[in-house]
């Protein structure tokens, strides 16, 4: 039932317009009736008739002319501002009262002066006597051949009226149950935010609605049948349907209050029984229902009194406790389950009869998790008389979280560990939500310190229109790859990164996630070598020399027209199949690939001596100077192959091994020939280095050091290091017998001998 203060403040607030007018009418005639007593002689009667009428008002009245000044004052006046009449007439005023009197006062007042029409007002006013108090009242200007002739003020001190409207302002708005004040059409004059989140209508919506456009039983008859009644009877309670704003459907109870005053208003307090409903539904059927439901196998359950006593069980729950149903009904549950575990039931069981709510929780038993619940049944009085347990086995579920756990740990250390950058930022604010340790440390910053900086931060200032245009768009949903990005370190210097970034949703909320590869120490290299690119380009491209240059993982980066030449193929060609390709299968194990994967001996210049299959199928050989190009950082970057054709050489070494071995075998002949003549016309002076029994590599040292080879050419030749050199030449000279070269060379000269 809405309360009778309440009752009088809808009344006065829904007064029509044409009520107001009527009040201003009966004021005008108060006002030509001063008007008339002013023009009485002192000692006419009449003039002591009004003012005595005057003075007995329940409103304070002010009169006063046109220069401002207060020429009247009733007694009621005189008791709202706390201070005698005589004090305040003959006071401006605007200017006569403190200013806290008149500052909300003043406005009005200028108001009514300056159009000469009526203003009704309403404020918060200081009193003269320093007492806080809400006015209203009304401003009724004096008019005289359209001039301002004085004006009449009305006062009306509604302090306990506005407390009376707040308080009720402020039960509407914290009140649950929802609250609409209608006409007597049934269109909805005011709600509060309760009933707009019951309807799901927000209150502008509302404001344009009718009763019967919520509703979802009654139809338009029906309603005004009902409000007819409602007119008649002064109150009413009902339950009905209303349809809300998603096109669900709720139960409400209704208290209908009707206000008779002036037009008529209707105050509804509605409230949402839609689950009390179904609890009623739930104990119609609630002993059918939970027969149903005890037949669940996937968990176990049990109906209990309030008392905690069994009622019934179903056939899980019976494996649970590992006891017949027999034995189970009219059993507490407290003397059933473990003392400790019954201890922490008997508050969740409490907790349920308390609250009238359903009471769920998890807990792990002997390595199996369940999921328990308590849900309390009421009757039609709303008292519990049933309360049903549930206990569903999810230890599967439980285990799965914990793998997913797990998972999400080992792939947060993969990103924690990770070597590229990684970070999250906030589309709509361009805020850094994340970045793992690589980001941090390419940066300067603590995950803290970017956390406190924006897009902007991380970017050089000239820059940064360029990378918020990407970052747009990828923040439509395109996933970009952008080159050579500059960020700013935290000590102001430069540095470059390739970002890979895509849209990611993370807990509903879209970010732009972008990954960063540091290239500031590749880019540096590529400048330094584009400063040079053009002495490069014309000492590689005219050098008499097959120069190619490699990667890192040995894909050819560039050759020079003289090493195609060699081989007979495009320099595109090259590229484009590479060098190893070519490689004759006995060198196959000396081929670029191999040497990458050996780069300690890149570090220091390297000699090689291969043979190539040309385009046109004849072996190339060839003498190759190999030569790393490394970082600051000790790292491999290019690997430079210097080659020169040495085919004519290795022929012409080949041409001289036959004809020697030709010789060998003249000299053969010869002393097999010797052997058959007398001793005397023997070739006794015939000696060959086999007879010093040199072995194939020291032969091959004798025959190079007879031809002026030094030590560190032979090594060369022979692909051999110079201490393997020097040793097989001791060997030799301890065979011949001599000291040095000169020695060496003196002896095959004196005996002839071959090499």
Known sequence: MVHKKMKKLMSDAGKTKRQLLQELELLRNKVAELEGAADMSPGDGRKNFYEKILENLKEGLLVNNSQDIIIYTNKKMAEIAGIPKAKIIGLHILRGFPENTLKNFRPFYQQARETLQPVQYEAFVVTPSNIDTWQAGWMIPLALKGRFNGMICTVRDVTIYKQTQDQYRTILTTTQDGFTLLDMQGCILEVNDAYCAMSGYSRDELLRMRAGDIDAVEKSRETKDRISKIKKSGHALFETRQRRRDGSIIDVEVSVSHLGAGVGRMVNLTRDITWRKRMEDALRQSEATARQLLKIPSAAMMLLDTKANC?????????????????????????????????????????????????????????????????????????????????????????????????????????????????????????????????????????????????????????????????????????????????????????????????????????????????????????????????????????????????????????????????????????????????????????????????????????????????????????????????????????????????????????????????????????????????????????????????????????????????????????????????????????????????????????????
């Open 311 to 755: 009622i019934d069980v179903n056939e899980t729950m019976t494996k649970r406790f590992r006891r017949t149903r027999q034995e189970l009904q009219g059993m507490c549950l407290w003397n059933i389950l473990p003392p400790h575990v019954a201890a922490s039931r008997k508050r969740f069981f409490s907790q349920a009869l308390s609250t009238v709510q359903m009471v769920r929780w998890e807990d792990e038993r002997q390595g199996m998790w369940n999921d328990n619940s308590f849900i309390p049944i009421t009757d039609e009085s709303g008292k519990i008389v049933r309360v049903i347990g549930f206990a569903v086995d999810i230890t599967a579920g439980r285990l799965a979280e914990m793998h997913l756990e797990e998972s999400e740990r080992r792939y947060r250390q993969i990103v924690e560990t990770c070597a590229e950058g990684i970070l999250i930022v906030d589309i709509q604010s361009k805020r850094l939500i994340y970045a793992n340790p690589s980001l941090c440390a390419l940066l300067g910053y603590t995950l803290k310190g970017l956390q406190r900086k924006r897009l902007s931060d991380i970017h050089p200032k000239e820059f940064f229109e360029d990378v918020e245009k990407k970052f747009d768009e990828n923040a439509q949903g395109c996933t970009l790859i952008a080159p050579a990005i500059p960020c700013q370190h935290k000590d102001g210097s430069v540095i470059y990164a390739n970002i890979c970034s895509t849209q990611m949703v993370i807990d509903g909320q879209a970010y732009n996630v972008g990954f960063f590869t540091d290239i500031t120490e590749r880019r540096a290299i590529e400048q330094q070598l584009q400063k040079s690119e053009e002495l490069f380009r014309q000492t590689f491209e005219r050098a008499p020399i097959g120069i190619a240059i490699f990667d890192k993982m040995g894909s050819v980066v560039n050759v020079n027209s003289f090493f195609a030449a060699i081989l007979g193929y495009s320099r595109d060609a090259l590229k484009a199949q590479g060098i190893d390709v070519h490689l004759h299968a006995e060198d196959k194990q000396s081929s670029i690939k191999a040497l990458l994967s050996s780069s300690e001996k890149l570090h220091n210049h390297a000699v090689y001596e291969k043979c190539y299959v040309a385009r046109d199928g004849h072996t190339v050989y060839v003498k190759e100077y190999v030569q790393g190009i490394f970082s600051t950082t000790d790292k491999l970057v290019f690997l430079i192959v210097l080659i020169e054709d040495i085919t004519g050489r290795r022929q012409a070494e080949t041409l001289n091994i036959n004809v020697i071995a030709k010789l060998k075998d003249v000299y053969n002949e010869l002393r097999d020939f010797s052997a058959m003549l007398p001793m005397e016309q023997k070739f006794s002076h015939i000696v060959s280095l086999h007879d010093y029994k040199l072995s194939p590599m020291e032969n091959r040292v004798a025959s190079l050091i007879y031809n002026s080879y030094t030590n560190q050419k032979i090594a060369s030749k022979l692909n051999i290091s110079e201490n393997t050199v020097k040793h097989h030449i001791t060997s030799i000279f301890s065979k011949f017998k001599v000291r040095n070269r000169f020695e060496f060379l003196k002896i095959i000269r004196e005996k002839r001998i071959i090499i």
